[in-house]
């Protein structure tokens, strides 16, 4: 069986077993998120559940505002397994719509609210989507698509915060499910029997690709994986009732819905959301709500570590941090100054079968995305390998007999997870109604005759000791003097350098070069200046000569995606000859620190007069 994750879903499910004897068929109908939010209506009506900007939401209010809407949607002809868009803003109400598409046994379909134009009429098309809800405030981008996605015979309605107050709203694009409008609906419970015949295997959600690769995909979420991962995860993370978790990532994205919001609802917590991540509110918000668990993903913490102290900064009772992506450079420093204790990084994919996880408490795994410590490695057989790759190819390297090559201790390699071909938890679904992109994730006969795996596209590595470092993306690893450069490898040593506040790696095509030379953006820490010569002395230090950045470039701000990942195509479309003129001038490595970069310098390069 697979660690991590997939190890968080078995540990889950026999915890279940043991205390509820959970049968499998029951288990089935439990997979529906809304039978948790049932259960808690049911047994601790007045409970708080949800915390917005100052208002409190029981468990009761949320499952009877859930019930009028999912009374409205039958009452539209939606039927189980139909699927239902949403778009729509951290607010309560993407909790009610969610959970009422989901009790009658449809699926909710989440769109990144960042899109318009053809990347959002993609996700409504490509879904066959009956029915559109968006919230008002992004009526502009939804008015760019409205009319086809009507031709297309997609019914569009305005829902949200601006739609939930009495009186009457008005929307020129489409009609408002108003209060007034949905009392005609009951509130009560909706039959059972919608559900009932909806299996492990069946489609749960639909969550959509970031689309900076091209057209957003549309990852499908079964039942099995988001059961396991509900239960599972309330185990390792620690979880009880009694904790109170923040959330200020963006709810279209796994992290927000799989972690943050089931695993507070399956112990029965409390979740604090807030409308998006706020540098200057985080810690007001987390010492005024006596929060105790933290969910976080990307560069989120580097944010908090980078800004001045703060009054509540060391005067709250958060214990927990739980997410993906933080720095591994900063694991030590952000537990020290903000006195956490547990960091609790896990590693996958939205659509995997699989992944891993790490409990940190000290820095003997800072940093580690996966820990497989002496018991697991001894007793349990693991079906996630690392295999040699070609970084630039992006295609596995195999021996004389055609069998992928497994990686070394430390040598870096793409991560691959072992996948049932029929059902169970470890089974990769694919996108939805893309079949090319989902035979590309997959790859068969790869350590033996018959076996699948699931293709991770990224690089990482595993010590001796069992822990496991996230290392790039395929596809951001350049090749440079004949050697693979991964760019977080080298991001993690700039960004120690005392001045740096944010950095972005890339390689940039050199004219009469092979390969990508190796650029830096940054952005300094307030009233510092870069020593050219110190820095160029710290990168040497701890860098391969082929590794270290050629071309410095500071901007004002750095490309960060909804879901704060940062975004590399721009900068290294714009390499090192379409920089904006309003910026500084690019800076160039020479004689062991940096210089401006000049016209006179690119044409010489150009000319073959310069070998870098």
């Given at each position: 069986m697979a660690l991590g994750l997939l190890a968080a879903a078995a540990l889950g499910g026999a915890y279940l077993g043991s205390k509820y004897s959970v049968k499998n068929d029951l288990i089935q109908l439990r997979a529906v998120g809304t039978a948790l939010m049932k259960d808690k209506a049911k047994a601790t009506p007045d409970r708080v559940f949800l915390i917005f900007e100052g208002r409190s939401y029981t468990f009761r209010q949320i499952e009877l505002a859930s019930n009028r809407l999912a009374h409205w949607l039958l009452a539209q002809n939606v039927k189980p397994k139909d699927i239902i868009c949403i778009m729509l803003q951290n607010h309560p109400t993407f909790y009610i719509a969610m959970w009422a598409i989901m009790k009658i046994g449809a699926i909710p379909s989440f769109i990144n609210t960042n899109l318009q134009e053809d990347a959002l009429l993609h996700c409504l098309t490509v879904s066959n989507t009956k029915i559109f809800l968006f919230d008002p405030m992004y009526e502009n981008q939804v008015a760019t698509i409205a009319e086809k996605a009507r031709a297309s015979g997609t019914n569009i309605y305005a829902y949200g915060e601006a739609t939930e107050y009495d009186g009457e709203y008005t929307n020129s694009l489409a009609l408002a499910l108003t209060p007034k409008v949905l009392s005609a609906y009951p509130d009560n419970d909706t039959s059972e029997s919608l559900i009932r015949g909806i299996g492990i295997t069946d489609v749960a959600l639909l969550i959509y690709t970031s689309g900076t690769t091209g057209l957003p995909k549309a990852a499908i979420v079964q039942h099995a994986r988001l059961n396991g991962i509900i239960w599972?995860?309330?185990?390792?993370?620690?979880?009880?009732?009694?904790?109170?978790?923040?959330?200020?990532?963006?709810?279209?994205?796994?992290?927000?819905?799989?972690?943050?919001?089931?695993?507070?609802?399956?112990?029965?917590?409390?979740?604090?959301?807030?409308?998006?991540?706020?540098?200057?509110?985080?810690?007001?918000?987390?010492?005024?709500?006596?929060?105790?668990?933290?969910?976080?993903?990307?560069e989120l913490c580097r944010y908090l570590m980078n800004r001045d102290p703060h009054p509540y900064e060391n005067k709250h009772k958060l214990h927990t941090c739980f997410g993906n992506g933080m720095p591994p450079e900063i694991w030590n420093q952000f537990r020290a100054r903000f006195g956490v204790k547990n960091i609790c990084e896990f590693y996958g994919a939205t659509e995997g079968p699989g992944g891993t996880f790490n409990l940190n408490k000290n820095e003997h795994s800072a940093g580690a995305v996966g820990y497989y410590g002496p018991l697991i490695r001894t007793f349990i057989r693991s079906d996630i390998k690392i295999i040699k790759i070609d970084p630039i190819k992006e295609e596995p390297i195999r021996d004389k007999n055609g069998f992928c090559i497994e990686c070394n201790y430390d040598e870096p390699g793409e991560m691959i997870i072992g996948m049932q071909a029929q059902g169970g938890r470890a089974r990769f679904d694919g996108y939805y109604k893309n079949n090319n992109a989902t035979s590309k994730k997959i790859i068969q006969n790869a350590l033996k005759k018959g076996d699948v795996y699931f293709r991770t596209?990224?690089?990482?590595?595993?010590?001796?000791?069992?822990?496991?470092?996230?290392?790039?993306?395929?596809?951001?690893?350049?090749?440079?003097?004949?050697?693979?450069?991964?760019?977080?490898?080298?991001?993690?040593?700039?960004?120690?350098?005392?001045?740096?506040?944010?950095?972005?790696?890339?390689?940039?095509?050199?004219?009469?070069?092979?390969?990508?030379?190796?650029?830096?953006?940054?952005?300094?820490?307030?009233?510092?200046?870069?020593?050219?010569?110190?820095?160029?002395?710290?990168?040497?230090?701890?860098?391969?000569?082929?590794?270290?950045?050629?071309?410095?470039?500071?901007?004002?701000?750095m490309n960060i995606t909804g879901t704060f990942k940062q975004q590399k195509t721009t900068f290294r479309d714009q390499g090192i000859d379409k920089v904006p003129e309003n910026e500084q001038p690019i800076y160039w490595l020479k004689d062991k620190t940096y210089v401006p970069f000049t016209v006179e310098d690119y044409d010489q390069i150009a000319a073959g007069k310069h070998k870098l």
């Open positions: 599972g995860s309330s185990v390792l993370s620690g979880m009880t009732k009694d904790d109170t978790s923040y959330c200020c990532l963006p709810l279209y994205h796994s992290s927000a819905v799989y972690m943050a919001t089931h695993i507070t609802l399956n112990v029965g917590g409390t979740l604090v959301l807030a409308r998006k991540f706020s540098v200057t509110r985080f810690w007001d918000d987390i010492y005024n709500n006596n929060v105790t668990i933290f969910f976080y993903i990307g596209g990224d690089l990482l590595k595993m010590n001796k000791d069992g822990m496991i470092y996230f290392l790039d993306r395929l596809g951001d690893t350049f090749r440079w003097h004949s050697e693979n450069v991964a760019t977080t490898e080298v991001s993690q040593v700039v960004a120690r350098y005392p001045s740096v506040a944010e950095t972005n790696v890339y390689g940039v095509k050199v004219p009469n070069h092979v390969g990508r030379a190796g650029m830096v953006s940054l952005i300094l820490r307030p009233n510092t200046q870069l020593d050219f010569a110190d820095f160029y002395q710290h990168l040497s230090k701890h860098l391969p000569k082929y590794a270290v950045p050629i071309f410095i470039r500071f901007v004002p701000s």
